[in-house]
Structure formats: structure tokens, C-alpha cells
């Protein structure tokens, strides 16, 4: 096992989503994350899911991470909600005391964006790390000379169980 992969498996692999650029701030919209452009729903399977085949691999909600950026953070987020498994792709982005939630549009129940931490019962939202990257200088006028970054994000080892 080469270095890299050996790393990605004791830590998870890191994917790029996007540049920075790409997400604009939902704050700036009435209806919330609901169906924007600016809110990216990406597949990203399980390192080593022994269940699953390559071609049903991504296929699932459960591989799916929502990211987007609100008053100027960026999340990433399960797009599964922790009480009954609705997309958290059409719920709605709140601000809360010292930072924001998100309402599932299911039955309603809340989490806590910072700490996933819901409003009933034990439930969590599982919440993805998140890195901004410089990108590679390339010849012509990039990222680089625009201070845009790259925006990756990583599924934390501790939401590894299949
Ligand atoms: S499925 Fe989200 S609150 Fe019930």
C-alpha cells in the first residue's frame, strides 16, 4: 500500500467540491438552502465498504454530503437527517444564537450546524471536516491572482460505520 492510500485509510480521503467562488452566501436568500444553485449535494462513498460494489457505489443518500456557505462559513453536512433519513437538501438554513441551524422540512426537527447537535431526542447531524486550499498556480489568470480557494471536504473517520 503506497503512502497516500495508506494515509487515506487511517484518516479518510479528502474530495474537492468546488472553488470557493462557486458557493454563493445563502444568508442573501429568503427561502433559505432549499433547491439553490448555491448548495452542492455531492456522492461520496465509504472508504472500504465491504457491502457495496463499485457500480452501487455514491448511489445512496447515506453517501451524500451537502455544502454550502452561510454568513460567510462553509458547511458540509450529511444530507441524510438523523431522525428518519428526508434529504437535508430541502431544508431550510436558520440562524440561531451565536450561529445557524437547519430545519429538516420532514417533521421539523432542528440541528445545530457548528455542533450538529439536534433539538430532540439524541439525535445528531453528522458533520464533515471542511479545508480551504490554495489552488495550483496554472498559466493563466486562476485562482491564484483571484484569492478564490478550493473547497474540499473529508468524512471524518468516526462516521466511517457501515
Ligand atoms: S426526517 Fe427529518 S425531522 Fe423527521
Do not use: Y
Request: aromatic fraction near 8%.
Amino acid at each position: 500500500m503506497d503512502i497516500q492510500k495508506e494515509q487515506e485509510s487511517k484518516e479518510g480521503a479528502w474530495h474537492k467540491v468546488g472553488m470557493l467562488s462557486e458557493f454563493p452566501d445563502i444568508s442573501h436568500e429568503s427561502i433559505g438552502c432549499k433547491i439553490l444553485p448555491g448548495c452542492k449535494t455531492k456522492s461520496i462513498p465509504k472508504p472500504q465498504d465491504p457491502k457495496k460494489s463499485k457500480a452501487n457505489r455514491g448511489s445512496g443518500l447515506e453517501d451524500q454530503v451537502r455544502v454550502f456557505k452561510h454568513k460567510g462559513f462553509m458547511h458540509a453536512i450529511d444530507n441524510q437527517c438523523p431522525h428518519s433519513s428526508f434529504p437535508l437538501k430541502q431544508g431550510s438554513v436558520f440562524d440561531i444564537e451565536d450561529g445557524a441551524g437547519i430545519r429538516c422540512f420532514r417533521h421539523g426537527w432542528q440541528f445545530d450546524l457548528f455542533t450538529g447537535t439536534g433539538d430532540r431526542g439524541s439525535h445528531t447531524l453528522n458533520l464533515w471536516d471542511i479545508e480551504l486550499r490554495n489552488a495550483p498556480a496554472s498559466g493563466s489568470m486562476e485562482a491564484s491572482e483571484t484569492g478564490d480557494k478550493e473547497v474540499w471536504v473529508r468524512r471524518p473517520p468516526s462516521l466511517w460505520a457501515f
